[in-house]
């Protein structure tokens, strides 16, 4: 078992430029969330979805972000347009429906 | 809504202390517990978890006990390692989200001197 996987690793962009994290679950999860890690901040829950449909999208901080998952195997987490405060590691997690989570290694993102 | 709560760090010890790290939780219903650990440049990891009153999670000489009337799940450990040296997470899960949603305190950051 690979784990979750994400990618890339890390991502430097200059402010105004679109920016999409990937990220691949553990085949059989259910569930996926995305993170936001930042020191200031802690770590933030951004969207999770269950069977593929977006269930809570509360701590999507504004309009420029935007999550898809149109399979059970693919994540995406879309900024558009970056800005420097949206600098910080963006985790995806999965989980099945006996609970507890599996991270990915996270995404650095850092904006210009 | 459902909370954690735990204690503010950095926490430094030396080798071989012995640790606590608070977590108190606010919940309706019986919530499942965990404890994770998040080492440099890397995501959280699953430590321990326990899912009733009176269960004791354990891994790696780590332990925490689900204690439902003091509403607590702390994290202890008779003797610490350099290699202990980690961001600690306390959470519960949520009953009744349908995608087991977890619930994350603010995490606290452990440091062992040699």
């Known amino acids: 078992d690979a784990g979750v996987i994400q990618s890339p690793r890390h991502e430097v962009t200059e402010m105004g430029q679109e920016v999409t994290l990937r990220c691949k679950p553990i085949?059989?999860?259910?569930?996926l969330f995305w993170y936001r890690q930042t020191m200031m901040r802690g770590l933030e829950l951004l969207i999770y979805?269950?069977?593929?449909?977006?269930?809570?999208d509360s701590g999507m901080p504004e309009d420029r972000f935007s999550a898809k998952m149109p399979n059970a195997s693919f994540s995406t987490l879309k900024i558009q347009p970056s800005e420097p405060r949206d600098s910080a590691v963006y985790f995806c997690?999965?989980?099945?429906?006996?609970?507890?989570?599996?991270f990915g290694s996270g995404t650095r993102l850092t904006v210009v | 809504g459902d909370s954690v709560t735990q204690m503010e760090g950095p926490v430094t010890l030396s080798e071989e202390a012995f640790l606590t790290i608070n977590c108190t939780y606010t919940?309706?219903?019986?919530?499942?517990l965990f404890w994770y650990v998040q080492y440099p440049g890397e995501g959280l990891q699953l430590l321990l978890k326990?899912?009733?009153?009176?269960d004791k999670g354990s891994n790696k000489g780590f332990e925490a006990t689900y204690r439902k009337e003091t509403t607590s799940f702390h994290l202890e450990k008779g003797s610490v390692q350099v290699s202990d040296s980690a961001v600690y997470f306390c959470?519960?899960?949520?009953?009744?989200?349908?995608?087991?949603?977890?619930?994350f305190g603010s995490g606290t950051r452990l440091s062992i001197r040699p």
């Open positions: 997690a999965s989980s099945s429906e006996r609970g507890g989570y599996t």
């Open positions: 085949s059989g999860h259910n569930s």
């Open positions: 979805f269950n069977n593929n449909v977006p269930i809570d």
């Open positions: 919940a309706t219903g019986y919530p499942s």
């Open positions: 326990a899912t009733k009153a009176d």
């Open positions: 959470a519960l899960s949520d009953p009744y989200s349908s995608a087991s949603k977890i619930i």
